[in-house]
Structures are given as C-alpha cells and as structure tokens.
C-alpha cells in the first residue's frame, strides 16, 4: 500500500478494527437469561402468526420472526387460500393489536439481548451517541468479517495518504451522516441499522477516486464493487425475487461523503503538502516512487504507470519522479508519452553547462522516440556538446534534426547550425545557411559568406557570430565519420603523386612511431610486479622479449588467475610503449618476425593492402545500411605508405589499452597439459585456454588484414573505428565467419584476437577479407557496461557478434565461447590453423 507521508503508524484504522473486534465481542457475552427471554419472546410471536398468517408485517417484524419462517407460513396460506374464510375487520383490527404487542416484546428482549440491535439506528431516531456507536457491532458473522477486512485494506492506504488527523475526522463523518439519513429517510418499523457498512461506503469510494489509474496497490475500482457484492448479497441475502429494506439512504450518503472528501483532499493538496512536510528522509520526493518501484517489483506495470503518470501531472518539477516515469517509458516502448517532460530538462542542463547529462537524455530519445521533432534551438546545443565530445556521429543527427525544425530555426541558430556543421557535414551547413539566407535582415558579411558556401561548397567562410548565440564556435570539429562507398584517399598523399614518394627511411620510420619516451625498464617491472601480485624475484616474461609491454588499464591477466578470481589491473599502471624499429624496406612474415599488427599474410609486399572499406559492404547492402567513410583513394596505398601505416599501428598495438585481455606467458609450465591426450587447461569455471596443434596440410589462402576497435554493437550493424580512417559500420549479415583464439607474441602475454571473415564462402583462389579486434585496444566494459567483469563483456560482445551475423564460428561455437578459447604461440600459428592461410 502506498503511503505518502512515510512509515507513520494507521493508528486511527488500527483503532476503528480494535473496536469493531471488541463490539463483536460483546455482542457474544450477553447475560444468559436477556438471551433465553429473547428467545421465548421470538417464539411467542412466531406461534402467534402461525395461527394468524394475515397479519401486517414490518421489515423489523420479519427480521425478529425470521425470513425464512415467514416465507413458510405464507406459502402454507397460499395453498389455504381457498377453504380460508373471511375475518371480519374488527377481528382482524384486534389480531394484528395483538401480534404487534407480541412483535414489540420481542423486539424489546433482542435489544437487551444484542448491542447491535441496542445501539442501532432506528427510522425516526434522534441524533445520540448510537448515531456513532452503530459502526462497531455486528448482528452477523459474516458482516463483521467482511467489514473489518475491508477496513484494513483501504483505511491504512487512506490514512496513509492523508494523514491520521484528517482520517479521524472522515471517519466521523462517514459514521455520522450515514446514521443520520437512515433515521431521517428509512422506512418506519425497519431492522435497526448498525454495523460499519455506511463508514465503508464512504472510504471505498475515497479510496477508488484517490487511487484512480493504480496509486494504491489494489485498485479501488475492484474494492468498491467487491464490497457491494459481499454487502448486499451475502450478508444482507438481496435476490432479484426478494430485495428486501436494505439501508439504501445510508450506503447512499456514505458513498457521497467519501465522494466529497476525495475531491476536497485533491482541492486542498493535502497529499502533497504532508508529502512535504515528512522531509526527504521519509518521502522520496513523491509517494508514488514507493508505490511505482513496489508494483514493478509485483509485474503491475500498468500500475506503476498510472502511479508515476498522475503524480508527474500534479508535481511536473520533480525531477526524480519525472526521471523514473522516464525510465518506465523507455522499458515499456511509450517515451513518446514523456518525453514533453524530458526537453525542457535537456535545455535546462546545458543552460547549466552539464552537456553529458543532456547528451544522455538524447541518446535515449533518438533510441527510444525517434519520431519525436524536438526544437531546433535544443539539437543545435546538443550538437555543439557532441562536437566537443568528439562525437560526430550523434552531432551530425543532431544538426539534421535542427535544419529539419524549420519553424523553430531562426536565423540565429541557422548561422550557428552552419558553424557546427561546415567542416562535419556540408550538406546540412548548406541547408542551414540556405534557411539563414532567407532573413533579408542578415548581415551582409555573413550573407556573402552563406552565399559563398551555397555557390561553391566552400565551408571555410567565417561568419559573423549572431548576439543570440549562447554557445561559442571555439570547440573543434570532431573527425569525419568513415562512408565505405566513397574511394580512400590518404590524409597525408596526393592521388596523383608516386608511391615511391612516400619511401621512408628508417629514421622516418621511427619518427613516425608514437612519440612517447622509452620507459626505465625498471619502471615497468615495479610497476608489473605491483599491478599483478608478482613477487620481485619473478620474471614477468622472457629476457629476450624486450619490446613487450606491462598490462594497461583493464588489462585482464589470464596467467593469474586465482580459482575464484580474475587479476585486473588498476588505470594508474597504464604503460605505453613505442614500436619497435621496422627494417626499411622489408616486410615481415607472419612466422617469422611478424608485426603487431597482423596485417601482413604474404610474401610479397605488393600483395599487402588494407582492405578497401568498400568492399566491407555490397552496392545493395550500402542502400539499407549507412556507413560513412573518409574519402581515400585506394590507388594512392603503395606498399611504402602502407608500412608507414602499418608501423604507426605496431605502435599503438604494443600500447596495452583498456579492456585487454591475455594469458601469461611466463606461466607456460603451470599452463601446460599433464599429457601429450590432454590438452585443455583450466584456468577458471569459465574460462579455459586450449593449446592446439597445427591441422593436417591442406590447400592455404592468402588474406587482407583491417585492424579495427568496436565503437557500438547495434541490433543491426557493427560500429567499428579503422585506425587513420574513422568510423565504419558493418551489416552482420556481411560477416560469414568468426575465429576468436588467444595469441602469444603479441604483447606480454597472449592477447584474445576476434577475426571478423567477410568472404569465408568464396572462392579458394580469393584472399580472406578480415576485420580483426584485439582485445588490448579496446575496453569491453564501454560496450557491456552490465558486465561483472572486462572478461565477462568481452565474451558478451562476441557472443552479440556471433548470434547477430549467425555466422560460422571457427574452429567451433565452444571456442568462440571461450569454453575454452584456443591458444596459438603466434598468429601464423593461428592463421594455418584456423583460418588456413598460408604462411
């Protein structure tokens, strides 16, 4: 039950239950002798209009003589009916004289025999202290079960809400006037009203106008109706072929007075006022928090809704409630519903400068309300917020989201819309512009730039900041984002220039490594031994693996592992190493000295490409699914500048970042299977490392190599950032295989790689198509955030890729799993093995 002024105490609804228990039990200590003389009384009567079935009788009498004796007798004098002689009218005067005397004794003894009959109401009553009293005695069983239940159900929801002052006085209320209408409008001669069913009209209806749409955990349209049936029917046995004198007027008032007492409550915004006042401590902001959380718990989301959706329409500024009927919206498919309460807390957080905040709530709305138009002046802000991010992607939606709102762009925003967007996209800079074009109060400067920009496609133009702008055009464009149909032109070439330009010597080689400084080798193994829980006498990795590096942040350490637990390393031991000196003019082989990188499968070097981008998806498959590329000219990529790029990206391989996962290779012994049969070895309960052996020979291919990260794994597409290109997104349905394997040689220890096999069913005499994932460049908990550990999202991710695509796993679905993953001493090892590509 939702209370909304915290844990207090239903005393009143506590009080009302103990006294309609303790009238109960009155009503069953009478004095033995009032109970036998009401009895001989019940007699007398009964044998008397026996005798005399033609008398009058009252609903009292008819109670007092019992209904269904009554009933018999009539049917016995319908079948009399016709030998019965006529009684002459004094006589039938003087009989009913008589029966009504007898009727009264009767009636007299059953009130000093049962309270309820003692302090009920009576048609024609004064106003007393019974007029009160009746509420808690009960001539029936069955009425006083069916009323103390009721009580309980919707008085300590009721009181809870109100308070248990303004209870007690309701509870008078709906006693007094109830009282009061029978004495007043019954017919004379009825059954004596007591019991608490005209208190209960009242509260049931109280409580189903106040918990109208599932406030209270029962619904009160389910109550009242409940408790009519149980009223009428089972305690007071109303048929369609006997009604009866049921209390009408009484239930009547009751159901008014609850009706005037919800509505006054709401006018008066008690609820709240006491929500208030019970402090943060015991109110949460809002009762229907409480409520809300509680009827989910249940699976009542219908109820926690409506809970949630009336209680924002009365306080529309509370934040919390607002955000938890948000986040009920989100789950349930209906942010379209709320999201009216979301904008204005959007502008408000970059009023405030907390762009993550409002960047947050727009990720959630394009997710989850995409239809939804939101106003120009809120995307253009969202869209500077995500420059600075440095997501282009969410800025570029936002500004075609703006240029769109073409009622809400005024000329102002327009000119900033064309800021943000000349260098990200033209396109929606020269709509923008064209829509500012239309002002004729624009400045000529910034008119002959924006008419620049149209004639010329120029985004370079400078235009004149309007006095409207509240955001600064200080913040830098972020890159473009990859389209795979346009052709790859390099940042750094000319299409048109030789390759052989672009020779490097090794000097340049080295230079064009990431520049950060040789770290002391001492600082690195202090740093290693802290981070993993090695002691100091322990090598961390063979003397003549100089270019290996000490796990990064995120690092998940394999080799370590404890039987109940995962060795990760902290981001305070992050260590970043330069590549290692490439030899002009050589490429390596993956056998034999092979890059980090692991792009290169071939002998020749003029084989060795990166795969064009696109050919990551076909001419149909890029009208379904958008992917972006930076334009690169592919016949510009010589063998010369592919190394360049190919050694910055062994720089940055060998740079242990967040989400690496290895196995130690120190550990060989402890790795090593007992026997030559067994293989596998067991490092956790899920996670087991297989060392295979190379497969029989058999026909080899060769393979063009992408090193990509995942940046987003969508229901449809792969989101992955091409290291120098940008980012590129990949159908599943593109991927036709998936190897995963951990690879020693690669780092320190053996880091988990993830081959993405565009082309697995084509033609032998075609080279493999890969996408290949490292787990050392990437940290998998941005992309499983739920994860309990980097381990546990990168599995996660692959099984998301794997089930997707639907694509082959290779060498099986249990390796791809990781139970176990496979372990390969290098990746030539691998390549022959898995992917049979020859080395």
Request: aromatic share 6%.
């Amino acid at each position: 039950m939702g209370r909304s002024t915290g844990n207090r105490l239903p005393v009143v609804t506590l009080l009302l239950a103990v006294l309609m228990i303790a009238g109960f039990a009155v009503s069953g200590m009478a004095p033995a002798g009032a109970s036998l003389e009401a009895e001989r009384a019940r007699e007398a009567a009964q044998e008397f209009y026996h005798r005399h079935p033609d008398v009058t009788l009252s609903e009292r009498d008819r109670s007092l003589l019992g209904a269904r004796y009554v009933e018999e007798i009539l049917a016995a004098q319908e079948f009399k009916a016709g030998r019965r002689s006529t009684t002459p009218p004094r006589r039938r005067a003087r009989i009913q004289q008589q029966f009504d005397a007898l009727a009264t004794a009767a009636f007299r003894a059953r009130q000093a025999a049962d309270p309820a009959w003692r302090f009920g109401v009576n048609p024609g009553d004064r106003a007393t202290r019974d007029f009160f009293a009746y509420g808690f005695f009960h001539d029936a069983v069955m009425g006083f079960v069916i009323s103390l239940a009721f009580l309980l159900i919707a008085g300590i929801g009721i009181e809870g809400a109100w308070g248990s002052g303004a209870f007690a006085l309701f509870c008078l209320v709906a006693l007094f006037f109830p009282a009061l209408a029978h004495a007043g409008l019954a017919n004379p001669g009825g059954v004596p009203f007591s019991g608490a069913s005209g208190l209960l009209a009242a509260l049931l209806v109280a409580y189903w106008l106040r918990g109208w749409g599932g406030r209270l955990a029962l619904p009160g349209w389910m109550l009242l109706p409940l408790w009519l049936f149980a009223e009428y029917i089972i305690v007071r046995g109303v048929w369609l072929d006997r009604v009866g004198d049921p209390p009408i007027f009484a239930h009547a008032t009751g159901l008014a007075v609850g009706i005037l007492a919800a509505a006054g409550v709401g006018m008066l915004g008690l609820e709240r006022r006491l929500a208030e006042r019970a402090g943060p401590s015991q109110s949460a902001s809002n009762p229907a928090l409480a409520l809300a959380a509680r009827a989910i718990a249940e699976g009542q989301l219908e109820a926690a809704w409506s809970a949630l959706s009336n209680a924002a329409a009365e306080n529309p500024e509370d934040d919390e409630l607002v955000l938890a009927w948000w986040e009920l919206a989100c789950e349930e498919g209906r942010a379209g519903e709320v999201v009216d309460l979301i904008l204005p807390r959007i502008a408000e957080e970059l009023r405030r400068g907390d762009g993550e905040t409002a960047i947050e709530y727009w990720f959630e709305i394009v997710h989850h309300a995409p239809e939804v138009e939101v106003e120009a002046r809120i995307t253009a802000r969202l869209a500077e917020a995500l420059i600075e991010r440095g997501d282009s992607a969410g800025a570029r939606e936002a500004l075609r989201r703006a240029v769109e709102d073409t009622q809400g762009l005024t000329t102002a925003l327009a000119q900033r819309v064309v800021r943000s967007a000349r260098e990200l996209d033209p396109k929606i800079a020269q709509a923008a512009a064209a829509i500012a074009l239309k002002d004729p109060q624009l400045d000529p400067a910034s008119r002959e730039a924006l008419e620049a920009l149209l004639e010329t496609g120029d985004p370079g133009a400078e235009l004149t900041p309007s006095h409207e702008d509240e955001v600064t055009d200080s913040v830098d464009p972020a890159p473009p984002i990859l389209d795979l149909n346009d052709r790859i032109q390099s940042d750094e070439e000319d299409p048109e220039e030789s390759p052989g330009e672009f020779a490097m010597s090794a000097s340049e080689e080295e230079d064009s490594t990431i520049g950060e400084e040789e770290p002391d080798p001492q600082e690195i193994e202090d740093a290693t031994f802290s981070e993993l829980g090695l002691a100091e006498d322990e090598e961390l990795a063979p003397p003549d693996e100089a270019d290996e590096t000490s796990p990064g942040f995120g690092t998940i350490d394999l080799s370590e592992i404890d039987p109940a637990a995962l060795s990760i390393a902290s981001p305070e031991d992050e260590i970043e190493l330069a590549a290692p000196e490439p030899v002009e003019g050589e490429m390596s082989e993956p056998g034999d000295g092979e890059d980090d990188s692991g792009d290169s499968f071939q002998d020749d070097s003029e084989d060795l490409e990166f795969l064009d981008p696109l050919e990551l998806l076909s001419e149909d498959e890029f009208e379904s699914v958008a992917v972006e590329t930076e334009i690169v000219d592919p016949d510009a990529l010589s063998a010369s500048n592919l190394a360049e790029v190919a050694e910055e990206a062994d720089a940055g391989g060998d740079v242990l970042a967040a989400g690496e996962i290895v196995l130690d290779e120190d550990e060989d012994e402890t790795l090593a299977p007992s026997d030559e049969e067994d293989r596998i070895i067991e490092l956790t309960e899920e996670l087991l490392v297989v060392e295979d052996e190379p497969p029989a020979e058999s026909v080899f291919r060769s393979a063009k190599v992408i090193e990509a990260v995942p940046v987003g794994i969508g229901e449809d597409v792969l989101e992955v950032e091409i290291d120098g290109r940008g980012v590129g997104r990949i159908a599943y349905p593109r991927i036709e295989a998936l190897a995963v394997a951990a690879i020693s040689g690669l780092s320190a220890r053996p880091v988990l790689v993830m081959d993405l096999v565009l082309n697995w069913k084509a033609d032998p005499g075609e080279p493999f198509k890969l996408i290949r994932i490292k787990g050392n460049l990437f940290d998998p908990l941005t992309l499983a955030p739920e994860a309990e550990s980097p381990l546990h999202a990168l599995k996660e991710i692959i099984a998301a890729i794997a089930d997707r695509s639907g694509a082959e796993c290779l060498p099986d679905s249990a390796a791809v799993a990781g139970n176990p993953f496979r372990r390969f001493q290098d990746l030539a090892e691998y390549e022959q093995a898995i992917l049979g590509v020859s080395s």
